[in-house]
């Protein structure tokens, strides 16, 4: 069962969708419409699944689009593996449907997976006004990619890459089992932005105006940059010993330190296992 008709009334609405596949053993799809209260104004995409990846995309329209698709094949091995002696020459019905659930109010578009996410991978692939900002979130087997929007930014994934393209405003990007590659048409210079990753490299292009106050961190890596950066010298934290005089434990900063044209709003680049790679763009 499928809902494809969807009206929102008093500028907000909440619908769920039960998605079915015509033939056993294929992946399902559905796109669905979400009306914007004031397709005028700005949207904010809020998108958190447990399993699956993202992908957003601006375009020139006036409606926020979402397509899941769902496959079976994890459904079809466990079977596999783990035979139903109940149902000796029964075929199987596989469960395909995502549970996907789409939320609108005053141009707040609020996407999620509820239980069926927990056990069932699912893809998102969103298209957005390009004036959108969002808050995406993915835990296990999925990347998340945005490419062509203007707005704030903020993406979380712990086993995954994240993958900003052709992008304007700000971000703060951090994964944990994944790199990071960003790529900013233009820049808020009165936000400040961070990249984390544990395990991977960072690679950020930003626009030859640049002017940013950087924090740079890479324990078992190394740090390239086509900007000119101003290195300032580390800092320093002094502990006294009060229980022996004249004794005291001295601590230098492990993160560097530097401005870019000048300096302005902070930008951290912090990885562990990984290099990071501060480009100058067009």
Do not use: W
Not at 80 to 86: G, I, R, S
Not at 111 to 122: C, M, P, Q
Request: proline share 3%.
């Amino acid at each position: 069962m499928s809902l494809k008709d969807i009206m929102l009334r008093g500028g907000a609405a909440a619908l769920t969708l039960f998605l079915a596949q015509a033939a056993f053993g294929q992946a399902s799809t559905e796109k669905i419409p979400v009306p914007l209260t004031d397709p005028n104004r700005p949207v904010l995409l809020k998108v958190g699944l447990v399993a699956g990846g993202i992908s957003v995309k601006g375009y020139a329209g006036k409606e926020v689009i979402v397509e899941s698709r769902v496959g079976s094949d994890q459904d079809e091995g466990q079977d596999e593996e783990q035979p139903d002696e109940k149902a000796k020459g029964m075929k199987r019905v596989p469960n395909t449907s995502s549970g996907v659930t789409v939320e609108e109010e005053d141009n707040t578009v609020s996407v999620g997976t509820g239980l069926r996410g927990i056990t069932n991978k699912v893809d998102l692939i969103i298209q957005v006004p390009t004036a959108c900002s969002m808050k995406l979130s993915t835990v296990n087997d999925g990347d998340i990619t945005v490419e062509n929007v203007n707005g704030d930014v903020e993406i979380n994934n712990t086993n995954g890459s994240i993958t900003l393209s052709h992008i304007s405003g700000s971000a703060v990007a951090q994964t944990v089992n994944g790199e990071i590659k960003v790529t900013f048409a233009q820049i808020n210079q009165d936000k400040a932005m961070s990249f984390s990753t544990l395990n991977g490299d960072i690679d950020v292009s930003f626009p030859s105006s640049l002017k940013a106050n950087v924090q740079l961190k890479s324990e078992q890596g190394e740090i390239y940059s086509d900007f000119d950066i101003q290195m300032k010298s580390p800092s320093t934290h002094m502990e006294k010993n009060e229980g022996n005089k004249g004794k005291f434990k001295l601590t230098l900063e492990k993160a560097m330190r530097g401005t870019i044209n000048g300096g302005g709003q902070e930008i951290q680049f912090n990885s562990f296992n990984g290099n990071i790679y501060i480009r100058k763009g067009s």
